[in-house]
């Protein structure tokens, strides 16, 4: 079993940042590929960044590439989303997903979940 819980949401002006934190308990957060993803009201969840275990290799939505920097720290066993040029359409929950495996862009892959933190950019 792994545990998740994000923090770091909020209401920001559009122009402006947020981290996102993903505190990690459990067995074995090292051996884990890590996801950011985010759900409007009324729409799927979609895809919005990944990093793997072993190698730090990234990987992003288009739609948030050269504004999000996802990391992680093994040994304090999270994952950090740094979000900056925000904008109106960032609006979301925000929710962090460990996936045993494979490397994917996809939710229906990820084997656990966090219970999400809120995220509202003005314009």
């Known amino acids: 079993q792994v545990q998740l819980v994000e923090s770091g949401g909020g209401l920001v002006q559009a122009g402006g940042s947020l981290r996102l934190s993903c505190a990690a308990s459990?067995?074995?957060?090292?051996?884990?590929?890590m996801g950011w993803f985010r759900q409007a009201p009324g729409k799927e969840r979609e895809f919005v960044a990944l990093?793997?275990?072993?190698?730090?290799?990234?990987a992003y939505a288009d739609s948030v590439k050269g504004r999000f920097t996802i990391s992680r720290d093994n040994a304090k066993n999270t994952v950090y989303l740094q979000m900056n040029s925000l904008k109106p359409e960032d609006t979301a929950v925000y929710y962090c997903?460990?996936?045993?495996?494979?490397?994917?862009?996809?939710?229906?892959?990820?084997?656990?979940w966090g219970q999400g933190t809120q995220v509202t950019v003005s314009s």
């Open positions: 997903a460990a996936s045993g495996t494979v490397i994917t862009t996809s939710a229906s892959r990820y084997n656990y």
């Open positions: 459990g067995r074995s957060f090292s051996s884990y590929h």
């Open positions: 990093i793997s275990w072993s190698t730090g290799y990234t």
